[in-house]
């Protein structure tokens, strides 16, 4: 049985999947079983973050495996300690952390944090979230209705917990707080629903109005996190002071890893949350190799040139084909070029795979670039290169 037929006879059905079977990659360029190269503009959706094959996130990998993978939560373990360590060093922020294994069990934890604070913390109860549209958190039974999308909210899986509210806007926040209304959850740039950057001074704003009203701010940085957008955080970025922050995708390079961070750093005693594999010696190895890599990349004004280079190409393309694009969108190796024409985005995709190089779709009309963060500029050339003519033969 080919490939493609396996696939489809015994995994369950939940993605319109393309069938180029990758047997390997390195840096950012990836091989298909017939040898060809492609160049990789979506780094597996903003989690490859550190390239394929990283020879030092292997060799951190591999020497951990051979010495002890798993244990349990019962016990210490000294490479989670230490990568929470890190995180926190990193941020700038007075947190501690939890570890989970991905961006929606992060935002599990999150909610649960809210949730308990809500309880614990006022005389009336508070727990309602209020979360923007477009946002998308994750796909667990909650995150799915904390995410502000109507189409993610089938009846097929109702009922959905309580608790949950959607706002068009920043400044429609305000309106919608009640004295039940314990958080807001938000992305500084909404990946999945467009790319788009909420507003700097916006966010300052409300960040300091929430904490007037001792109402919690959840930034979620699944996406964002880990040097997405230039900094550390897209807090860091957005110089703002969250009271939980989430992260996943980019942080384990490809090893399943989600963490959730609060500066309510008593706010779980023994019993409140949990995970069997969260934070095992594998994915914090892991994640430790990835910062070690990335933080020196930042340290070095290696980061910052790429994401000027990377910049300018897509400027380029906006210039150079006005009738397929409005503008270019986005923040650090968080990009997009919103087209014209939403129908077209799916052609540009397949296209630009014919011509080998993998790039993908946010929202309805945004074509999306979640480039490895160690990408090289002979790769981000090329892969241009690649894209532009895919583009010109869509013309
Ligand atoms: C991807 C993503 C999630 C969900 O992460 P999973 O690891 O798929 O559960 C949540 N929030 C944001 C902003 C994301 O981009």
Excluded: W
Excluded at 122 to 128: H, L, M
Excluded at 135 to 161: D, M
Excluded at 193 to 212: M, R, T
């Amino acid at each position: 049985m080919n490939l493609e037929s396996l696939d489809k006879k015994y995994v369950l059905s939940t993605y319109a999947r393309n069938y180029t079977n990758f047997t390997h990659g390195r840096g950012s360029k990836l091989y298909d079983e017939n040898g060809r190269e492609y160049i990789d503009f979506a780094a597996g959706i903003a989690v490859n973050s550190v390239g394929h094959a990283n020879p030092v996130l292997t060799e951190a990998i591999c020497k951990q495996a051979g010495q002890i993978i798993h244990i349990s939560n019962l016990q210490v373990i000294e490479p989670q300690a230490k990568l929470a360590q890190r995180i926190v060093e990193l941020s700038g922020y007075d947190m501690a952390v939890f570890f989970a294994n991905s961006g929606a069990e992060a935002n599990e934890g999150a909610i649960k944090i809210a949730r308990k604070y809500g309880e614990t913390r006022f005389e009336k109860k508070r727990y309602k979230v209020i979360t923007l549209e477009h946002s998308f958190h994750g796909r667990t039974i909650t995150t799915v209705k904390a995410t502000g999308q109507e189409s993610f909210h089938s009846p097929n899986f109702s009922p959905y917990p309580a608790g949950f509210s959607y706002e068009k806007s920043i400044a429609d926040v305000y309106d919608a707080i009640d004295d039940e209304t314990v958080a807001v959850l938000v992305e500084l740039v909404q990946g999945e629903g467009g790319v788009a950057p909420f507003d700097k001074v916006e966010i300052q704003k409300l960040a300091s109005f929430l904490k007037e009203k001792d109402i919690l701010l959840i930034v979620d940085e699944v996406q964002t996190g880990v040097y997405r957008t230039g900094e550390f955080l897209a807090s860091n970025l957005y110089e703002i002071e969250p009271d939980v922050i989430t992260l996943a995708k980019g942080l384990g390079g490809g090893v399943p890893i989600g963490a959730v961070m609060t500066r309510h750093k008593d706010i779980f005693v023994p019993g409140d949350h949990g995970s069997t594999f969260g934070g095992n010696y594998l994915s914090c190895a892991a994640g430790l190799a990835v910062l070690e890599i990335l933080s020196k990349l930042y340290d070095k004004g290696l980061l910052h040139e790429v994401l000027i280079h990377f910049e300018s190409k897509l400027k380029g393309v906006v210039q150079k084909y006005p009738q397929l694009f409005e503008q270019e969108v986005g923040l650090g190796l968080m990009r997009g070029l919103r087209a014209k024409d939403g129908q077209i985005v799916s052609k540009i995709l397949s296209q630009s795979m014919e011509e080998g190089v993998v790039i993908l779709k946010a929202g309805r009309n945004t074509v999306r670039f979640l480039p490895s963060l160690t990408i090289t500029k002979e790769e981000i050339d090329e892969g241009f290169e690649r894209f532009e003519r895919a583009l010109d033969s869509l013309l």
